[in-house]
């Protein structure tokens, strides 16, 4: 059995994903992630208390 990350895709494929691919989304999410949320705090579209 694989264990992981799974992307679930709308049409019922399902992938696999490896520690190198985990990875890599989660430094990019470190990195983008914030600045974005900002962005929308930024211009109303989401509120932050």
């Given at each position: 059995?694989?264990?992981?990350?799974?992307?679930?895709?709308?049409?019922?494929?399902?992938e696999?994903?490896?520690?190198?691919?985990?990875?890599?989304?989660?430094?990019?999410?470190?990195?983008?992630?914030?600045?974005?949320?900002?962005?929308?705090?930024?211009?109303?579209?989401?509120?932050?208390?």
């Amino acid at each position: 059995m694989l264990e992981g990350l799974r992307l679930y895709y709308p049409g019922g494929e399902v992938e696999h994903v490896t520690e190198r691919v985990r990875a890599a989304i989660t430094t990019s999410l470190e990195r983008d992630w914030p600045s974005y949320i900002q962005g929308l705090i930024d211009r109303g579209a989401f509120q932050a208390q």
